[in-house]
């Protein structure tokens, strides 16, 4: 019998897809083909799907569905030809039976930037000869200036079915901009989404022999909100005993700097709320403390150099998050299941967690985690959720990875019989000895995992100069021309009594907002009464984070 758990994913809004391309970027990183080397620890079909494309070829791409607006998906037909005959997608029935002549406007064709025309070119050579004559794992590329959009460094391939265009608004566009909640909601009921996308995800579920759930990640500050909020309802309606995971992600470049800049709490309130309704966990996600207000602090890891400015940059972190801490479902071990993790998260209607990362662990090259942990700095996490933090916390999943059994200890150690620290037989239990001592949570749950973060390129050049190849910390300084090809990390999820004063923060700087510059809002169809009960219903569920004693 076929073990795998599946999981759908669902992607919506140009920020969400970029934290998704990192994600499958790093996925497929660590794939490996030698048929000798010893069995992952991660389990890809969990989000993958092996299908076979016209030519007869097998295929593997990731079950997933992903929304954007038009403009968003340039780089595809050209980057990603060979796997599925692009050129061949299906046509809608209504044009095949239309007899007007259709006119074909050709865009101008944007140039590859240099990781895309290497990759052309070792696949090539692949095809020609057979050999590999392009690393481009070990090529540092600077693509900084390059990437725009999403679609700029997508390596991963996807089913044909994957992608959702919405074509009534184009990726920046000012004079027609996507960035109000109910605009969202209006748009679910289009052909595209009411029909073309459902049979989509249906396909995928018939697909699969055991679906667990679904992640889906959208955008929080625009009208990606309300789009994804019809998709829930549609969740819990067709797929009401799988678990759905929600991670509402935001942006500091999506926050808008004029009269209008308030309506980004707005929908994130209107968001947030459904959330509470229609998923079984959700995890907001930023590198901005401000979350849905501009700020001018941003998450700070000791040994990353990013600018938050960049979405290329900004997004590789919480991708990088969201890989380490679903691991503890998706791996061959089977020790958990969204269903547990969720349960154990989200006690008393506590639905809304917060999420942390370190990255790199800062884990000197020669060391043992011993020693770290011992000479660590507190917090070994920092929060990757608005205006909140991880501290009281009343339960919370830990995952570590990249750490093998063999670091453990000191090859000098002696060991104490009294002392428990040396009696620990992997670094999950190491890890959880560690924080019983100094972080006061009723329930952790703690996995380790020797894999580390695959972080060859296109992942961004981010790393400190210290960072040596491998992830840890060297006295030498790696060279300019050396990439980091693996990374060390921890990410965390964390039920904190901190999400109390992240709903009050979002409720009162909804508040502000004036009746007036609602007014667009509530002309495609929000009414006046449900919006202020909506915001005064976000102070209803901040109280469930004033208990203490619920576990």
Known sequence: MNSTREIITLQFGHYSNFIGTHFWNLQEASFTYDENSKPLEICHDVLYREGVNLKGEVTYTPRMLCVDLKNSFYQLPDVHRGLYDL?????????????????????EKIPSNEFFSDLAKQEQLFIDDGNEKINLAEKVYNLDNDVKIWSDFLK?????????????YKHNDSSNVFNNFAQGVTLWDSYKMKEIWTDNLRLYAEECDYLQGFHITMDSLNGFGGLACKALEYLKDEYSNKNIIAMPVMSDNYILEDENSELQAVN????????????????PLTTSSGGWT???????????????????????????????FTLGYRSRSDDDSMQNMCTRLTPLGRKAVSASIQLPLGFESKSNLLDYLQNAKLPLWQPISPQCTTEMSVAQTIVMRGITENMLYSNNLIRDSKNPSHHCTSASALLKLFISFCDHVRMTEVHAFDSSLETIAPFPNIFSQSINQHGFVESLSRSSTSVVAKSTAISGLHNSNSMRDMFIALKNDSSKVKGSKLSHMFNYGIDIMDYKETIENLLVLSDNYLINDCL
């Open 87 to 107: 050129n061949c997608s299906n046509i809608d029935e209504e044009i095949l039976n239309c007899s007007t002549k259709i006119q074909t406007i050709q865009e």
């Open 156 to 168: 991963a391939r996807f089913h044909p079915r994957t992608i959702t265009s919405i074509d009534e």
């Open 268 to 283: 994130t309130s209107l968001l947030f709320s459904s959330l509470f309704e229609h998923s079984n966990m959700f995890v």
């Open 294 to 324: 501009k700020s001018q602090s941003h998450l700070n890891l000791d040994y990353l150099s990013y600018k938050n400015n960049l979405d290329y940059h900004s997004s590789a972190i919480l991708a990088s998050a969201i890989d380490t």
